[in-house]
């Protein structure tokens, strides 16, 4: 099981933008395929982003599909997030996970979770 923290979040207008990154302590992201994942008040964890170890498969929710990027850095040692053009709707707890098994986008699948964190826009 990999530790992982997040950091970037904040607060900024609708139409502004923020980057997110997901590290982890003691070991590299290497190994793992990784996600992200929101969770608004009132409402359950949903998908955001994926990307496979490789960095060639990425997946995003239809809901961010073309504001949002994930990526690995080129140390793989971070998966960054930067989302643009964001709406009120954007705003939730920001979770990066991690799985050693096969990629997805399903919550369940994954072993290891950040502490997440708070992304805020206002309209």
């Known amino acids: 099981q990999v530790q992982l923290v997040e950091t970037g979040g904040g607060l900024v207008q609708a139409g502004g933008s923020l980057r997110l990154s997901c590290e982890a302590s003691?070991?590299?992201?290497?190994?793992?395929?990784m996600g992200w994942f929101r969770q608004a008040p009132g409402k359950e964890r949903e998908f955001v982003a994926s990307?496979?170890?490789?960095?060639?498969?990425?997946y995003y929710a239809d809901s961010v599909k073309g504001r949002f990027t994930i990526s690995r850095d080129k140390a793989m040692n971070t998966v960054s997030l930067q989302m643009n053009s964001l709406k009120p709707e954007d705003t939730a707890v920001y979770y990066c996970a991690a799985t050693a098994q096969y990629m997805t986008v399903i919550a369940d699948r994954y072993d290891c979770w950040g502490q997440g964190i708070q992304v805020t826009v206002s309209s």
């Open positions: 003691r070991r590299t992201l290497s190994s793992y395929n």
């Open positions: 990307i496979a170890r490789s960095s060639m498969n990425i």
